[in-house]
Nanobody, 124 residues
Framework: QVQLEETGGGLVQAGGSLRLSCAAS????????MAWFRQAPGKEQEFVAG????????NNGDSVKGRFTISRDNAKNTVYLQMNSLKPEDTAVYYC?????????????????WGPGTQVTVSS
């Protein structure tokens, strides 16, 4: 079992930055592929970025390439999402996910554990 908790959400103006953190329980954090998804009101859940556990290979969603950076600190059992140049369309609830698939898949079905989410609101 892995428990996840996201922190760092909030309200920010367009063009600003936020860093989300996701703290994980459990001793085998380094073996999990971690990812961030988001869901805006009335929209489907969207893959944001993921990082594999085995090689640290990163996969970024098309809508955030060049603006968001995912990273992980296995010593702290934490994965981060640095979000720069935020836009109003980035407004969503951001979820952290963990899975055993060897690459950071864009499909939510590849992830077994989910955090409760944290709200990010970008004002124009």
């Amino acid at each position: 079992q892995v428990q996840l908790e996201e922190t760092g959400g909030g309200l920010v103006q367009a063009g600003g930055s936020l860093r989300l953190s996701c703290a994980a329980s459990g001793r085998t954090f380094s073996s999990y592929t971690m990812a961030w998804f988001r869901q805006a009101p009335g929209k489907e859940q969207e893959f944001v970025a993921g990082i594999s556990g085995s090689t640290g290979t990163i996969n970024n969603g098309d809508s955030v390439k060049g603006r968001f950076t995912i990273s992980r600190d296995n010593a702290k059992n934490t994965v981060y999402l640095q979000m720069n140049s935020l836009k109003p369309e980035d407004t969503a609830v951001y979820y952290c996910a963990a899975g055993s698939w060897w690459v950071a898949s864009t499909s939510r079905s590849r992830y077994d554990y989910w955090g409760p989410g944290t709200q990010v609101t970008v004002s124009s």
